[in-house]
């Protein structure tokens, strides 16, 4: 007598989001299955500590051999080794290239060399994030960096290109990668109360309008790089805030424009003082400068009385200000 059997193959390579998360995290496997047992994982399966620790290392092996497949993304998509449906392709890479905010606000601003990643063991003990992730954090920011670095078109587009990331991510790396190339110098003590996503907000509105493709019309969109006679321009107002007197000269001719105007006067009193933590202002001053509207205000010189270096700008500002 003999019974006849469908038989059905597969080889879809099946993904333990759990597993995935503890591999980036830079935990062993012994470290995996002992957090795996932690969490109860073997009452809720009925599985022997064994066979735990088999899936484990059997998921860890899959990993390694993504990796070289998620640096390139594109790739992962093309390849025929692994059957992963496309929705989990995508939790791939953007897990992958998903960052610890402690950790990016450590290196936000730095050159993305071999001198800044000889002190991930300081960051990493710092910020509690194995060494392990740290280099893959690392390591993230500097491929994406090399990739679009030489790349015209927007920042944020060549991004999602070549890495496959959501546009959130996307516009995170691009703040990353501006903020590298410009070398801001965001550890000072005085900046620590920002967070990364206030300079990803930042870099944002200084990509729109102080980048070589936002000033220049005839410039193909370089979001890398700020206009040059732009910052010389900037360096020439330093003498606003270093010379005392200037400065006293400043408000005085501010606060005689505005005298008698008493809800605005007292507002721009207080703009004169330091009052404690600087608080959150509206960004619209990273807009690219203007010429004065009333070059004869007495005010001239005041970005938020009569220039476009604030919001609101204009004659909405002349309004707000009572200058018209």
């Known amino acids: 007598m003999t019974s006849e059997l469908d038989i059905f193959v597969g080889n879809t390579t099946l993904i333990d989001e759990d597993v995935y998360r503890l591999w980036l995290d830079g935990y062993s496997v012994s470290d995996a299955v002992a957090l795996r047992v932690r969490s109860g994982i073997l009452e809720q399966t009925g599985a022997t500590a064994a066979v735990l620790q088999s899936d484990t290392m059997d998921h860890y092996r ?34 992958y290239y998903a960052f610890d905010e402690a950790f990016v606000r450590e290196v936000l601003g730095k050159k993305l060399s071999k001198g800044t990643k000889k002190d991930l063991d300081d960051i990493s003990t710092k910020t509690g994030i194995t060494l392990k992730s740290c280099r893959r954090q690392f390591d993230n920011f500097k491929r994406v960096f090399k990739v679009v670095e030489e790349m015209r078109g927007s920042l944020v587009d060549n991004i999602q290109q070549h890495f496959l990331l959501s546009d959130r991510l996307a516009r995170d790396y691009a703040a990353i990668v501006f903020f590298a190339n410009n070398r801001f110098e965001t550890g000072k003590k005085k900046l620590q109360y920002l967070s990364f996503g206030d300079f990803a907000f930042c870099a944002e509105l200084m990509i729109q309008n102080w980048t070589l493709g936002a000033v220049d019309s005839q410039v193909d969109d370089m979001d890398m790089d700020l206009d040059k006679e732009f910052l010389q321009d900037l360096k020439e107002l330093k003498v606003l805030v270093a010379d005392k007197d200037l400065l006293d000269l400043h408000k005085s001719l501010v ?31 990273l807009q690219p400068p203007e010429p004065c509207p009333h070059p004869s205000s007495p005010a001239v010189g005041f970005r938020q009385c009569c220039c476009s270096l604030c919001l609101p700008l204009g004659e909405p500002a002349l309004k707000r200000w009572g200058i018209t």
């Open 62 to 95: 899959t990993f390694h051999m993504l990796e070289r497949l998620l640096h390139a993304p594109p790739k992962l998509l093309h390849q025929l080794i692994f059957q992963i449906p496309p929705s989990r392709q995508a939790l791939l890479i953007e897990r």
């Open 255 to 285: 606060c005689t424009a505005l005298r008698g105007k008493l809800g605005v006067f007292s507002e721009m009193e207080a703009n004169f003082k330091v009052c404690g933590p600087v608080q959150p202002l509206s960004l619209g001053h």
